[in-house]
């Protein structure tokens, strides 16, 4: 159509020219003055086309969208009606996206959950009703102010800086300390940011009672299962007292105590490391010389399994926490690998630093794990078979306790396994983490 209407134009400018050239002949053949008689011509029609360019300049500018053209002929009759017809055309389609914006706006008005969307630099551009009530905005004052500046909390600041947007995060809500959001932010057009904000309160309340209530019973039976326990090491102390039928059975008591003992004792240790966010003390650690005493451990419990376990230290580099829980958490990863590993097989523990931080990593030629299991291997009980734990001994917790640990330090746990060729380890720390000597 486009091309059809510059044809129009074309032929309607040819005629023009025709009719003004024409006309300039017949002028100049009676006057004798040709030239003139042109000149004058192209002025009359060059005053003529400046006058419908005003008319043109005036519609334009009168920003009246019902106002109908101006009355044109010949080709500036055909412009007028061109553009009339493009602009009710864009009146249309500016309507019927008006009318989807605002379908959006009234069903994201309704939700329960928050919807704030970011500019490229985490500046606020939009949000719905929600947002103020979880997060405290405030409409039109907050628009184009940093989503850091509003929502204070310093985990969502190096949550919103670090762009990892993988996990949500979960803080306590701008507007109330008893109320607990969940945020989780993606990523769109250019660079821009869609952040989706719930209250989660119920849920935590939920998880809390949980926690409390494991670690309640865990203490309460501690002191039960200790009475027990120490009235049992005195009977297989004097054994050669006690009848020999009972001997048996007094054994095995003493070594599934031994295992509620352990037990308790982790679902002690994670029932503290959930109870906040960093741990309470944070020095720098001298990693290589923990991961010395953890080895010379481990040699220790592989005893007479002729395992060659291996420390490679590639770096200097101090990590900043709590020397107890990285212990728990190194010492569950290396213990694991000598428990799986079958007689004469390798270990090798391996700490090195790069431009993202530094990494720990245990690598074993153990059964393995299938690729089926991995995603659940944090999780607090979960068995892969579920002999494995019986016959090593293991609670089950090692692996939730290390993604605690790791979480408390800013750390992430990775997991790669072949079955059959053994599984390898990996915990990553941020430079924030990191101490040069």
């Known amino acids: 159509m486009c091309f059809q209407l510059n044809q129009n134009w074309y032929g309607t400018l040819i005629r023009h020219m025709l009719m003004l050239v024409t006309a300039a002949l017949v002028v100049g053949a009676i006057s004798n003055q040709y030239g003139w008689s042109l000149a004058i011509g192209l002025g009359l029609y060059l005053a003529w086309t400046l006058k419908q360019l005003l008319r043109l300049h005036d ?3 009168s920003h009246k969208a019902d106002e109908p053209p101006p009355d044109g002929y010949g080709l500036w009759g055909e412009v007028f009606d061109s553009i009339y017809h493009l602009q009710r055309r864009d009146q249309r389609v500016r309507g019927r996206l008006q009318a989807v914006i605002d379908r959006v706006q009234e069903s ?44 204070r909390h310093p985990r969502f600041k190096e949550y919103f800086e670090q762009g990892n947007y993988a996990e949500p995060l979960e803080i306590p809500s701008p507007t109330n300390d008893r109320m607990r959001i969940q945020l989780l932010i993606t990523r769109y057009g250019n660079n821009e940011h869609l952040m989706l904000v719930r209250d989660v309160t119920r849920i935590h309340q939920l998880e809390q009672m949980r926690k409390d209530f494991v670690a309640n019973v865990s203490h309460e039976l501690r002191t039960p299962l200790t009475v027990i326990f120490g009235y049992l090491e005195t009977l297989l102390d004097n054994v050669e007292e006690v009848n020999p039928r009972w001997v048996r059975a007094l054994q095995q008591m003493h070594q599934q105590g031994g295992r509620m003992q352990t037990l308790l004792n982790d679902l002690l240790l994670l029932a503290k490391l959930e109870a906040t966010d960093y741990p309470s003390d944070s020095y720098p650690i001298e990693v290589g010389t923990l991961l010395k005493t953890i080895k010379g451990d481990a040699q220790a419990l592989s005893a007479n399994k002729n395992q060659q376990i291996s420390l490679n230290l590639e770096s200097e580099v101090q990590l900043k926490g709590s020397e107890t829980e990285l212990r728990s958490a190194f010492s569950n990863l290396i213990f694991n690998a000598v428990k799986y590993t079958p007689a004469d097989g390798k270990i090798h523990i391996r700490w090195w630093a790069d431009e993202h931080g530094a990494h720990l990593s245990v690598q074993d030629s153990g059964i393995g794990i299938e690729t089926k299991h ?4 944090t999780e607090r009980f979960y068995r892969v078979d579920s002999s494995r734990a019986s016959n090593t001994g293991g609670t089950g917790l090692g692996l939730a306790i290390v993604k605690h640990v790791l979480l408390r330090h800013r750390g992430t746990l990775e997991i790669n396994s072949v079955p059959g060729k053994g599984s390898v380890f990996i915990c990553h720390f941020p430079a924030i983490q990191l101490i040069n000597p």
């Open 59 to 61: 519609w334009l500018s």
């Open 108 to 151: 994201t008005a309704a939700l329960k959950d928050a919807v704030i969307m970011l500019d490229s630099e985490g500046n606020l551009e939009w949000w719905n009703r929600a947002a103020e009530t979880l997060l405290g905005l405030k409409t039109p004052q907050d628009s184009g102010q940093s989503v850091s500046n509003l929502v």
């Open 374 to 377: 991995l995603p659940r291997l």
